[in-house]
């Protein structure tokens, strides 16, 4: 790539980074292109090479070229951009080593690469940053000329399910964007930490600890916590649902009920979570139990999932004290007043116009003096300010909380922290539909991967052959299990609702992970059975790629780390898998034109390095997309 740039441009890599913003010709082969058709395209129009760079943007498929530019994007007064586009098509170079003529239609120029360039670029860029390749370290620094100055600090808070409740699907999908969002900022080189936000406060873990008391079984509660607490959880509740309805009856009928409600389960399980806010040790003690015991399960199925947290916080860690100075504050600024004994936020008052009224009118402290989820996250977030100084927090949470989450920014801003709130962002999602179990209607997670897992399973067995190569089938099974329903969940856009369909995703036929993993495994079976070393690879001639299918893949390769960085601003898990998929397409169509094992030597190691090659991206796509790539299965 150095030779090249001096050659070309007359330039070393250092100074074409230099002359252009976020430009890194070393690590991106689309910055070394863009910066050279920059240069040639200012001297034929005069315009300012920097006013060239950023409107030189990459197209939807090959056919359409390699890069494109609309020629009003640089803004020439005076002349039409049709004929503008006409003019400098006809000025450039016959010669230009990178780029052929480009194909001029309306005012669109479409430049298509010279294959040989590209091919000799990007396939050793690949073999060197390997499992690097698509990263981009700069692009979270503070100061992008001085690493010195450190990283930016990323928070992403995901997942975070509820003790004692289902994990239900908006928690499943929090968690597989959520993860895949912390995986994208960590390889733009940003600090990330990753907090799970568990559900584990209020008056309904008082009546769990009661339904502990009543029908727990220590053995159960180790053995498996969370479906045990679900359980007991689900106990209560009836009970105490019956119970309300014979107060309710006797009320009517007349009779004094003073004595049966205030023993009833109710309130013994607001009694018990008062003892729980006044830090009562026992209380704190046997509920820490629930909680870790939870948490140790969770982790388990976070690991499956190739998912890991820093920190999990939950509203049980945001302390009385902390909202109460928070309140007070809000009182004092007048963001909340009283109403009817409770305290309210009545944003009409305080936001002018539509805003006002579209964010409502939340409760902050209840009659009683709680506080609720909303209070909570308040508090939270200014705690996690102060503890991380995060230069930006992502919250991944369903789109039916939006209205939470701008109640919660507005509130932050009105208290005066209009900075704070502007590094806040809500990432939501919409909803699965027609997910169930065979168990019934619960949807745990674990439930899920196992029934997704024994379908991967049958399937493999099908193929006697393979199936015995493969050496852990029952993990590759749960590999490709979760890769399915991972798969299924990004395939569009997030706000999108879809419908879990088990056949679909776990089906070879069409875009779904197991057709991904099928693609990656293909490619590992190909290098073993060719035999050949990396340094084999790394010396082949690879002049020799000149096919029109070789150089395709070559230049969708080129594309990677445009397309990571183009997810930094969509933040979709589909901008990853359209890209992937194609690159599958691209591969599945040029095994028969491109024979590895079987072809003469020479030609047979330049066709392993491209598929090599193509395997690294594969398997980088993947893991940025939290899935485990196999080499069998
Ligand atoms: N536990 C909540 C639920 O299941 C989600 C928490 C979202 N995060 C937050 N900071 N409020 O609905």
């Given at each position: 790539m150095e030779q090249l740039a001096q050659k070309v441009d007359g330039m070393s890599l250092d100074a074409i980074a230099d002359k252009y913003p976020n430009c890194h010709p070393e690590i991106n082969p689309f910055d070394f292109y863009r910066a050279h058709l920059s240069n040639v395209l200012a001297d034929i129009s005069g315009v300012d090479p920097k006013i060239i760079y950023p409107a030189l943007s990459w197209t939807s498929s090959l056919d359409k070229g390699d890069l494109i530019l609309a020629a009003p994007a640089l803004r020439v007064k005076g002349q039409k951009p049709d004929e503008l586009a006409k003019q400098w098509g006809e000025k450039f170079p016959d010669n230009d080593p990178l780029f052929v003529k480009p194909t001029v239609s309306n005012y669109f120029m479409a430049f298509y690469a010279r294959p040989a360039p590209i091919v000799e670029t990007v396939i050793p860029m690949i073999q060197k940053s390997g499992a690097n390749f698509g990263n981009n370290k700069f692009l979270g620094l503070k100061d992008p000329k001085d690493p010195s100055k450190g990283q930016k600090r990323m928070i992403v808070e995901f997942s975070s399910p509820n003790i004692a409740k289902p994990f239900h699907a908006g928690h499943l999908r929090s968690t597989i964007i959520g993860g895949f969002l912390a995986n994208l900022y960590q390889g733009a080189g940003w600090d990330v930490i990753r907090i799970n936000y568990l559900g584990d406060w209020g008056k309904q873990y008082g009546l769990l600890a009661l339904a502990f008391e009543k029908y727990g079984d220590e053995e159960a509660l180790k053995k498996d916590p969370i479906n045990h607490l679900f359980q007991l959880y689900v106990r209560i509740n009836t009970e105490m649902t019956a119970e309300k309805e014979q107060i309710e009856k006797r009320k009517q009928d007349g009779e004094d009920v003073t004595e049966l409600e205030a023993n009833s389960l109710d309130?013994?399980?607001?009694?018990?979570?008062?003892?729980?806010?006044?830090?009562?040790?026992?209380?704190?003690?046997?509920?820490?139990?629930?909680?870790?015991?939870?948490?140790t399960r969770y982790k388990e199925t976070y690991a499956r999932l190739n998912i890991h947290f820093d920190e999990y916080s939950g509203e049980s860690q945001v302390s009385e004290e902390a909202m109460e100075k928070v309140g007070k504050e809000m009182e004092e600024k007048k963001i909340c007043k009283e109403d009817k004994g409770a305290m309210i936020v009545d944003f009409q008052e305080l936001v002018p116009g539509k805003e006002g009224k579209r964010l409502e009118k939340p409760i902050i402290r209840k009659r009683d003096g709680t506080a609720l989820y909303l209070t909570r996250d308040i508090s939270e977030l200014l705690g996690r300010y102060e503890k991380y100084k995060f230069d930006?927090?992502?919250?991944?949470?369903?789109?039916?909380?939006?209205?939470?989450?701008?109640?919660?920014?507005?509130?932050?801003?009105?208290?005066?922290?209009?900075?704070?709130?502007?590094?806040?962002?809500?990432?939501?999602?919409?909803?699965?539909?027609?997910?169930?179990?065979?168990?019934?209607?619960?949807?745990?997670?674990?439930?899920?991967?196992?029934?997704?897992?024994?379908?991967?399973?049958?399937?493999?067995?099908?193929?006697?052959?393979?199936?015995?190569?493969?050496?852990?089938?029952?993990?590759?099974?749960?590999?490709?299990?979760?890769?399915?329903?991972?798969?299924q969940d990004m395939t569009g856009k997030r706000i999108n609702n879809y419908t879990f369909n088990m056949d679909a995703m776990t089906s070879f036929e069409g875009d779904t992970g197991p057709y991904l993993q099928y693609a990656h495994a293909r490619v590992s079976s190909i290098r073993r059975r060719a035999n050949l070393s990396d340094e084999e690879l790394a010396t082949a001639d690879l002049s020799l790629l000149t096919e029109p299918h070789a150089?395709?893949?070559?230049?969708?390769?080129?594309?990677?780390?445009?397309?990571?960085?183009?997810?930094?601003?969509?933040?979709?898990?589909?901008?990853?898998?359209?890209?992937?998929?194609?690159?599958?397409?691209?591969?599945?169509?040029?095994?028969?034109?491109?024979?590895?094992?079987?072809?003469?030597?020479e030609l047979m190691k330049a066709r392993m390095a491209l598929y090599d090659a193509a395997h690294t991206v594969l398997g980088n796509g993947m893991r940025l997309l939290g899935l485990s790539p196999v080499e069998r299965m």
């Open positions: 309130e013994q399980a607001r009694r018990y979570f008062k003892k729980m806010t006044d830090r009562d040790p026992d209380a704190l003690a046997q509920w820490k139990r629930f909680r870790d015991l939870s948490i930006q927090m992502i919250y991944v949470v369903a789109s039916a909380q939006d209205l939470h989450l701008r109640q919660l920014f507005k509130i932050i801003e009105l208290l005066g922290h209009k900075d704070i709130a502007a590094k806040c962002q809500h990432v939501n999602f919409g909803l699965v539909l027609g997910m169930s179990t065979r168990k019934g209607t619960v949807k745990f997670l674990d439930d899920i991967l196992r029934d997704v897992a024994d379908k991967m399973h049958e399937t493999m067995k099908k193929n006697e052959t393979k199936y015995s190569q493969v050496e852990n089938p029952e993990a590759t099974a749960d590999i490709l299990g979760i890769s399915s329903v991972m798969a150089v395709n893949i070559v230049r969708l390769l080129a594309l990677w780390p445009d397309t990571v960085q183009n997810t930094l601003r969509t933040l979709e898990p589909t901008t990853v898998l359209t890209y992937l998929f194609r690159m599958t397409h691209a591969l599945s169509s040029s095994y028969d034109q491109l024979q590895v094992v079987g072809s003469e030597r």
